[in-house]
């Protein structure tokens, strides 16, 4: 079925072209289709699914993705190299002109354009429809996500429902800075619609359900600090018993098809017909390479070489830092062992340095020694899709939203609603699974940050987390970047620039100068 749902998504793509700002005019039959029956409304949700691909592997960029921006910046994440590194996992030159910010804003955008032009379809069709309903419910979450996305990164965003016609595209728009209680009145109406729409599960994997709108508006309740609405999502989501958490902590990432009973969306990746991303430049077809981003350059060093037990292909981009790793009681918390890598073996007899065998542990000595055989995180490792050990491209599937993201919701809810049992009861499930002793103590927003830490590190909310309680600033400058020694006082990294270089308006990005330019009358974020 996976299989199926990517080569119908591949099939729709080509029905419909939006892009923020830079406004197509649809060919009259293809947008009298889309906007006027169920069987488009359905193609172009379809088509949105695809899009939202490219999130994880861009058109414009050959290496890095846009989402990696979303997982870095933070006080537990090292990076290395790469596009959005300095302006990102430092703090350094970050403008309006950074090209991801550009490429974060006009995505979701166009995901808004999608969807807007399905939700305006209602108002011509047949809507006791099943089709209808079910596309105009996921495009709902399309839109209410995409708006939840950039009120998250930006603060000031442009609100707009409007459908680019040949009749208006020429229109004059003032474009200034909507009040944020009127993006989060459309997310909650939207996602109100989808919940009251769509299905508890689906055979379908990777496309909205029930459970995951009610995640997308606990987010949005945390966010407006509506705490008690938060709880009633999260409670609704652990009560629906439609998910629940893997006993086997190595379940959760080490598979290609990652659409278990933990996993509550999905992006889908296969080698499938569909399952890739098809670069519109060259036409090429690929995978994404968040893989890569957190191997290590481990083959770098004498008596190494490529393996899948490693990794495989390595870029070192990014990685766990020693703050995140000393958040683990490493007698007990199984998710030491289960999410990162922190010993490498010689493993190639070629190029053993004297006095060493196979099997031995590499012992870092120095700062390049030890960036080359840092310690990795292994949520995104692929030895399942990958041709061969020095393919660069990964088929695997990417987890975008698992339960462990709503019980700690919860917990964040009831410790605000001062309701220490309920704030206890979320802040156990992901804390005893992985081994610890049940907590039967006082739950504080400090324990539960370092526990979102501990169970969601790298996978792209950290920075909202902390934005949302007030901390990034504090936890930045307290704990970003690294300083390493080893036993013997050597000092193996001393990267924590990141420390110095955040100021306050860093808790939100820049508005992209392109869209400024083209918009006029939109203002730049204070500080950029």
Request: glycine residues 6%.
């Given at each position: ?142 839109r209410a996500h995409s708006y939840l996305r950039l009120i998250q990164r930006f603060d000031n965003i442009y609100l707009t429902t409007r459908v680019t016609t040949p009749e208006n595209i020429y229109d004059s728009?003032r474009y200034v800075a909507a009040a944020a209680d009127s993006v989060y009145a459309l997310i909650d109406a939207d996602l109100k619609y989808a919940i009251a729409h769509l299905p508890l599960q689906t055979d ?192 695997k599937d990417i987890i975008i939203y698992r339960l462990p993201e709503a019980y700690i919701l919860g917990c964040e809810a009831y410790i605000h609603l001062n309701n220490p049992d309920s704030a206890r009861y ?103």
């Amino acid at each position: 079925m996976k299989k199926l749902f990517c080569a119908i998504i591949m099939a729709t793509a080509c029905c419909v072209s939006c892009s923020w700002l830079e406004e197509t005019v649809y060919t009259q039959p293809t947008g009298d289709y889309i906007q006027s029956t169920p069987d488009g409304m359905a193609s172009a949700v379809l088509a949105m699914y695809y899009k939202d691909r490219e999130l994880f592997r861009n058109n414009e960029d050959v290496e890095t993705t846009t989402w990696m921006a979303t997982l870095i910046g933070d006080d537990i994440t090292y990076c290395r190299a790469g596009e959005g590194v300095p302006q990102f996992g430092r703090y350094e030159n970050l403008f309006p002109n950074t090209p991801i910010v550009g490429r974060y804003w006009k995505q979701m955008y166009a995901m808004i354009g999608y969807a807007n032009m399905v939700i305006a379809a209602a108002d011509k069709v047949d809507m006791t429809n099943e089709t209808a309903i079910q596309a105009v419910a996921e495009a709902k979450c399309f839109r209410a996500h995409s708006y939840l996305r950039l009120i998250q990164r930006f603060d000031n965003i442009y609100l707009t429902t409007r459908v680019t016609t040949p009749e208006n595209i020429y229109d004059s728009i003032r474009y200034v800075a909507a009040a944020a209680d009127s993006v989060y009145a459309l997310i909650d109406a939207d996602l109100k619609y989808a919940i009251a729409h769509l299905p508890l599960q689906t055979d379908q994997p990777g496309r909205f359900t029930q459970g995951v709108a009610r995640l997308l508006k606990a987010k949005s309740a945390a966010w407006q600090g509506n705490w008690s609405e938060c709880a009633a999502q999260v409670n609704a989501i652990e009560q629906s018993g439609v998910y629940s958490l893997l006993p086997d902590l190595n379940s959760i990432f080490n598979a290609a098809d990652l659409n278990h009973q933990e996993a509550m969306l999905v992006s889908q990746w296969s080698k499938g017909t569909g399952g890739w991303f098809v670069n519109a430049t060259t036409g090429t077809n690929s995978g994404h390479r968040l893989c890569v981003h957190c191997t290590p350059k481990y083959n770098d060093e004498q008596g190494m070489m490529m393996s899948f037990e490693y990794g495989g292909y390595p870029w070192g981009r990014m990685s766990p830092n020693q703050h995140l790793l000393d958040l683990y009681d490493k007698q007990h918390d199984r998710r030491y062992e289960a999410f990162y890598r922190t010993t490498f073996q010689y493993n190639n007899s070629a190029s053993l340095p004297r006095g060493r065998q196979l099997g031995d542990t590499l012992i870092p000595t120095n700062q390049a020694q030890y960036l080359n055989v840092h310690p990795m995180i292994t949520k995104y490792n692929d030895s399942y899709t990958k041709a061969s050990v020095s393919d660069n491209q990964s088929f695997k599937d990417i987890i975008i939203y698992r339960l462990p993201e709503a019980y700690i919701l919860g917990c964040e809810a009831y410790i605000h609603l001062n309701n220490p049992d309920s704030a206890r009861y979320y802040y156990n499930k992901t804390w005893t699974r992985a081994g610890n002793a049940e907590e039967t103590g006082t739950i504080t927003i400090a324990m539960l940050a370092d526990e979102q830490a501990r169970e969601l590190a790298m996978e792209g909310d950290r920075w909202n987390f902390l934005k949302r309680e007030g901390l990034l600033i504090d936890y930045v400058r307290q704990f970003g970047g690294e300083q390493v020694k080893n036993d013997k006082g050597v000092v193996l990294n001393d990267d924590v620039r990141i420390r110095s270089n955040i100021k306050a308006f860093h808790v939100r990005w820049p508005i992209p100068q392109t869209q400024i330019d083209i918009m006029k009358t939109f203002p730049q974020n204070e500080g950029y």
